[in-house]
């Protein structure tokens, strides 16, 4: 078995804003795992908010001697980026041995489209309104907000587009006081789900705070273990598979969710269609699915993943699974 990882660019439409900064490309790493001549691959978004660089992502990958196997994964690597990446070749490897799809072999229902949000990203109200009523034949519309004056882009945005479904990520940009004082606003505005509104190591503060519109945790929900820690803090959880470590995890953490009582989310980072391929299977039937990578970006891989208006098509084996 042999395990290489490298590193891919991909330019985006147009420069991508959150509270946390700005990009204009996004830079992924692709594993490719071969054994007997069958090469399975997965691709991962290094994330600096959880410590993560291209570099030692790489570095982590690249320690691993195989053979591997997706149990033995969870011993060697911790839930990230790394992990995701790894996962994902093994279970494409595993469908191209097999000849048989990733779906079966994982014991799910064979998949269909899902309808995914589109993200606008953090700008003036006036760009956002902008940005809004270009994509306002969209059905749902993502809001990247997070600081202390975002009433008026959310007004604009629900002017450009008054017809789309509205959800809004805060990227942890909030103080419990300045989301109080938005909530109402955001029931009036016909918000529909409000994603990380408070830093994950303050929102404890959400715990008794009316909440009414539901609340997602993104920053604050990884894997299983987190799941502890939500209890009185948030109704949906995001599942994202460079958080989880793969799609072994993502559906062990969307199934436990749902036992104890979450709707589920599955989102993804800013990556092309072999990062989102694995991410169409689990977000099969969740609340709201986020996986609008490929639609930010300016290039993508080749048999890249369908969209239209049924949504996110699953991916064909060229791709992935």
């Known amino acids: 078995m042999r395990i290489e990882v490298s ?29 007997g001549g069958v090469t399975g691959w997965g691709e991962c978004v290094p994330y600096a908010r959880y410590g ?32 995701n990446a790894v996962d994902c ?13 990733v779906w ?43 600081t202390p004056d975002d009433m008026p882009r959310l007004e604009a945005v629900r002017a450009g587009a ?10 942890e940009g909030w103080s419990a006081a300045v989301y109080a004082d938005l909530a109402p606003h955001l029931v009036r505005l016909g918000v529909s789900l409000v994603e990380q509104p408070l830093p994950a190591g303050d929102d404890d ?30 109704d949906v959880v995001n599942v994202k598979l460079d958080k989880t470590g793969g799609l072994t995890e993502a559906l062990a953490l969307r199934d436990a969710a749902v036992a104890q009582g979450y709707e589920v989310m599955v989102g993804c980072m ?7 391929a694995p991410a169409v299977l689990v977000a099969q039937g969740a609340k709201v699915v986020d996986l609008d990578g490929p639609l930010l970006l300016a290039e993508d891989r080749e ?11 699953p991916p064909a084996a060229k791709l992935w699974g």
């Open 7 to 35: 590193r891919d660019v991909f330019r985006l439409a147009q420069v991508f804003t959150i509270s946390r900064g700005s990009r204009t490309e996004a830079q992924v790493l692709t594993v490719r795992i071969t054994d």
């Open 52 to 83: 993560e660089t291209l570099e030692t992502v790489t570095a982590e990958i690249e320690a691993l001697r195989g053979p591997l196997t997706r149990d033995a994964l969870y011993d060697l690597l911790p839930a990230g980026a790394a992990r």
């Open 89 to 101: 070749a093994l279970w494409d490897l595993q469908a191209k041995q097999a000849g048989k799809p």
């Open 104 to 146: 079966e072999l994982a014991g799910l229902a064979r998949p269909g489209p899902e309808i995914t949000a589109f993200t606008l990203s953090l700008d003036s109200p006036e760009k956002m309104r902008e940005q809004a009523a270009l994509h306002a034949h969209r059905p749902l519309l993502k809001i990247k907000l997070g």
């Open 162 to 171: 008054p017809d789309a479904q509205i959800i809004i990520d805060a990227n």
């Open 205 to 234: 503060a959400l715990v008794g705070m009316e909440r009414p519109v539901p609340v997602c945790a993104d920053e604050s929900c990884h894997d299983r273990a987190s799941l502890a820690a939500l209890k009185g803090k948030y």
């Open 270 to 276: 800013v990556g092309s269609s072999l990062a989102m």
């Open 303 to 313: 048999n890249a993943l369908t969209f239209d208006a049924a949504g996110v098509h």
